[in-house]
């Protein structure tokens, strides 16, 4: 069984930053790419950036330049820094394990977190 724990989230001004974290169990971390994806209130699950086990990224339009993802495989941990917040990136971040391509869409990820709350304010 696959779990995923999300942490890190929080309220925070904009203009700040945050790093998420997930730890990954019960399945071999690095060979598998994994995601993060948001969802505010309302509105569809959204891309938010990918890594392959190569270390290879993609980030959604809407945070590039700002975000970036990151993953150590030793700890099994995969991280999202978040830089120059701003309010419409507020919503619940989840990461997932993808188990098929393109890393992009939802419909391709097996395993879900819990989900972590971001909040940010203008």
């Known amino acids: 069984q696959v779990q995923l724990v999300e942490s890190g989230g929080g309220l925070v001004q904009a203009g700040g930053s945050l790093r998420l974290s997930c730890r990954a169990s019960?399945?071999?971390?690095?060979?598998?790419?994994m995601g993060w994806f948001r969802q505010a209130p309302g509105k569809e699950r959204e891309f938010v950036a990918a890594?392959?086990?190569?270390?290879?990224?993609t980030l959604g339009d809407s945070v590039k330049g700002r975000f970036t993802i990151s993953r150590d495989n030793a700890k099994n941990t995969v991280y999202l820094q978040m830089n120059s917040l701003k309010p419409e990136d507020s919503g619940i971040y989840y990461c997932?394990?993808?188990?098929?391509?393109?890393?992009?869409?939802?419909?391709?990820?097996?395993?879900w977190g819990q989900g972590t709350q971001v909040t940010v304010s203008s």
């Open positions: 997932a394990t993808a188990m098929a391509f393109p890393l992009l869409g939802p419909e391709n990820y097996d395993y």
């Open positions: 019960g399945r071999t971390f690095s060979s598998y790419a």
């Open positions: 890594i392959r086990w190569s270390g290879g990224s």
